[in-house]
């Protein structure tokens, strides 16, 4: 692509959006390139013209990283598959262009009798996207989505092709596995997969009490599990998957679907107008829409049913909100929960907040082990457990340091990170608030030693800020972040001194530091 032909690539009028319906931009220039020559000549331009470059995928992030006044490239044309090499009984590797969605590799991996190993609730989100962010299913025997990457290809700040794996240039990949977009632009990555399963799923309802009771075995139980809270209600549905080989009876998923009460159009438009109700009109009517809509929603016994593998992994996000994940260490769980408890009900009493349901309960194991030979001769694919593309952690891992790798048979809640992901929806479009429910949320989950998903709504404090009297003149909206930057130096440390040595070599000229505001006040970007 000649340097006279360039401006033609991008598009001047374009107005982005993110999935959340939250924050939207008019860049100055949108590009969709569809070839990896396409995105070295945008940076090449970019250092060029002393522009700045976000990095977009689906635009399912709900905060506002990636919201610019600069270019912007998206990746999602950038979305072919390469070679797919299966010289193993066990897994496979298959090389991509970074802008595939999960939902079509998985496609392409079902035809050739491949799968994912393991995804987080949504399945339309780049590949790139869910590495960067640090994205993750729900397992006590596997990790964060990157733990899959066998190698990663980007192109950096001074449009230099660069290759990483955790041979070639380890510490570099090791930023590339979390980078939030900062490092550069990922372009083709290689990802393990295994042969073809379905899952064979159950959802059962216990009494909240119960769960708590449970723990030092629930989460060990299967292979994929979910727990679904729902405070009000003071019940928890707990989703349980195990890999099986049987077939997926033609009409067993719509028959799930069918038994849901929000499958209906009509019945999903009535609790997003109750929804509109209590957020806009009557705050007290949350409780009771609440406990009604999960009455309805779970009044039919679901029984045992055998899906797909991405039917199983993915939910039903049902409408726009903000979300406000965070991890901690499992064990913790029981008290985290118990508190958060009392925070809802302390809420609904005072008539200060209310929150939406449910609250979604997830787990990892983000330990790795300390070598990646796998016994093909011993290997069942059915069996549990991940089969790793890599043995690193991101410099950004947002899960906790929880000791070595043991092996599948003494894994216990010692290993486990603890996902707890509050969400508000935002019906029609009109925005719940979330400041009071999200500021107490999190301090709960700082005090037990926790983290935030880098992709999400957090909010942090004012007195978090690197410099705090920088914000006094600000003028907050009840859901914008006021940033998290002394809590994540603390909890980084080395790791983040690293990222941050790494990214000063990789983008000398801070092409990828656009919404540097962001950044700041969260403690990735130096002054």
């Known amino acids: 692509m000649a340097l006279s032909n360039f401006s033609l690539l991008g598009n001047k009028n374009y107005k982005f959006r993110n999935w959340a319906g939250i924050y939207s931009t ?83 991996l079902t035809k050739h009798g491949y799968s994912l190993q ?24 596997h990790g964060l989505v990157s733990s899959q990457i066998v190698d990663i290809t980007l192109v950096n700040g001074q449009g230099e092709l660069v290759f990483v794996d955790s041979e070639t240039q380890p510490e570099l990949f090791r930023a590339m596995l979390l980078s939030l977009g900062q490092i550069g632009i990922i372009v083709k990555m290689t990802i393990r997969v295994v042969p073809n399963f379905n899952l064979r799923v159950t959802q059962e309802i216990f009494e909240f009490d119960k769960i708590i009771d449970m723990w030092d075995k629930i989460w ?74 999960f009455n309805r929603q779970y009044r039919n016994v679901i029984e045992p049913a055998v899906i797909t593998s991405l039917d199983g992994f993915t939910l039903d996000c049902l409408y726009s909100q903000f979300v406000d994940e965070w991890g901690c260490p499992l064990v913790n769980g029981p008290e985290v929960l118990r508190k958060l408890e009392n925070i809802v009900d302390e809420g609904a009493k005072t008539n200060k907040f209310y929150i939406h349901c449910p ?34 952690h991101p410099l950004l891992d947002n899960t906790n340091n929880l000791g070595q790798y043991v092996a ?62 920088a914000s006094k003149t600000v003028k907050y909206k009840d859901y914008q972040c006021r940033g998290l930057g002394k809590f994540i130096k603390e909890k980084f440390q080395d790791n983040l001194i690293e990222f941050q040595r790494i990214k000063s070599i990789q983008d000398p000229n801070g092409i990828f530091e656009t919404n540097k505001d962001w950044l700041l006040r969260n403690g990735i970007a130096v002054e």
């Open 26 to 108: 008019n860049p100055q220039l949108y590009f969709e390139p569809d070839t990896i020559d396409q995105v070295i000549e945008i940076v090449k331009n970019a250092n060029e013209k002393g522009q700045k470059i976000t990095i977009v995928g689906a635009g399912h992030t709900p905060n506002n990283i990636c919201i610019t006044r600069n270019w912007m490239v998206s990746l999602t044309k950038l979305n072919h598959v390469g070679m797919l090499c299966s010289n193993h009984a066990s897994y496979a590797d298959v090389t991509v262009e970074a802008g595939i969605t999960s939902h079509d590799l998985n496609e392409y």
């Open 118 to 141: 393991n995804l987080p609730s949504i399945n339309t989100p780049t590949m790139a996207g869910m590495i960067s962010t640090g994205s993750h299913g729900s397992s006590a025997y």
């Open 220 to 293: 060990l139980t299967t292979e994929y599990i979910k727990i679904w809270w729902y405070p009000y209600n003071r019940k928890c549905i707990v989703w349980k998957g195990e890999r099986t080989n049987d077939s997926v009876p033609k009409d067993s998923s719509n028959n799930l679907k069918e038994k849901q009460f929000l499958s209906n159009k009509f019945n999903r438009f009535l609790y997003q107008f109750l929804l509109w109700c209590s957020t806009q009109i009557c705050g007290r009517l949350t409780p009771f829409v609440e406990k009604w809509i």
């Open 359 to 392: 609250v979604e309960i997830r787990c990892s194991n983000t330990t790795v082990p300390p070598d990646l030979s796998v016994n093909d001769s011993e290997k069942n694919y059915l069996l549990k457990g991940a089969i790793y593309g890599n043995n690193l």
């Open 408 to 469: 599948i048979d003494q894994v216990t809640n010692d290993q486990l990170t603890l996902f707890i992901n509050a969400t508000m929806y935002r019906p029609f479009g009109f925005n719940s608030k979330t400041y009071d429910w999200f500021t107490q949320f999190e301090q709960v989950m700082i005090e037990a030693d926790g983290k935030p998903h880098w992709a999400k709504n957090f909010i942090g404090a004012t007195e978090l800020i690197t410099d705090p009297s």
